[in-house]
């Protein structure tokens, strides 16, 4: 019984994007720790939509707050690559990254630091899920139900990993537990935003402009991350670090021999 225990309690990475003091990433911390020796390395404020972005000219501080808690004044990124190399007792069984406070959907996830955190352990060869939670603004997160499912994405993975190169993008809806439907494997899909840079002008009359608040056009296939959430399920998308698109290869080939 003592063996089993011990083998199932993987050493597992929490970080986020939203920054050390976030409640999602206590939350998550917390779950974690029910079924693993969790150490949370994050970035010491918030740091939403840096995508993978890597400090390369200054360096980083680490400061250690607690027992198995550390701050970083960089980027998720650079949480992932400095926990990895230089805080960690050893190579994770698991990055987990989140609860993001908002949806990672669609094209989205290019800008996400939540995702590019799991991006950076996937490259590294750490198996990796990024979880976030859907919010429109006018409810308080339910941390109750990201955390439920990630606990549940977090045992499939430590007992089945994933295939080469690919990560776990979770969406949960902002719902009690008990109204979420259960879980929807799903595609990325598109979105566009339309109206999102905004001219501004400061009190001397120098022009700015201020990205954000868009309204988005979302592709709402049947099978996609966006349908799956608005329906009420989670969505999981299994993400390819790989973006080569295969079929224009021989596109490519083609209309080039023809200049
Ligand atoms: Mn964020």
């Given at each position: 019984m003592i063996e089993l225990l011990l083998m199932n309690k993987g050493l597992v990475l929490v970080t986020n994007d939203?920054?050390?003091?976030s409640p999602g990433l206590m939350a998550l911390a917390r779950s974690v720790r029910e079924i693993a020796d969790a150490y949370v390395i994050a970035p010491d404020r918030e740091r939403s939509a840096v995508g993978h972005a890597l400090t390369m000219h200054r360096p980083l501080r680490v400061e250690?707050?607690?027992?198995?808690v550390y701050s970083v004044n960089g980027t998720p990124t650079d949480c992932v690559a400095v926990g990895l190399a230089k805080i960690l007792p050893q190579k994770p069984s698991l990055i987990v990254s989140g609860i993001n406070r908002g949806a990672n959907l669609g094209d989205d996830i290019t800008y996400s630091g939540t995702v590019s955190a799991a991006i950076e352990g996937t490259i590294f060869g750490v198996p990796s899920i990024a979880v976030s939670i859907m919010l429109d603004g006018t409810q308080p997160p339910h941390y109750e139900a990201a955390q439920h499912y990630c606990l549940l994405a977090a045992r499939f993975v430590l007992k089945n990993s994933l295939p080469y190169d690919t990560l776990l993008n979770v969406n949960v809806p902002n719902l009690p537990l008990r109204e979420i439907k259960g879980v929807k494997f799903t595609r990325q899909s598109k979105r566009i935003y339309d109206g999102s840079v905004h001219e501004t002008a400061s009190p001397w009359g120098e022009i700015f402009y201020w990205i954000g608040g868009g309204k988005p056009y979302w592709?709402?296939?049947?099978?996609?991350d966006i349908n799956a959430v608005m329906e009420g399920y989670v969505s999981i998308t299994p993400i390819?670090?790989?973006?080569?698109?295969?079929?224009?290869i021989g596109w490519l080939r083609d209309k080039w021999n023809g200049i």
């Open positions: 939203d920054g050390i003091h250690n707050l607690r027992e198995q592709e709402h296939g049947e099978d996609t390819h670090l790989d973006l080569t698109n295969n079929k224009a």
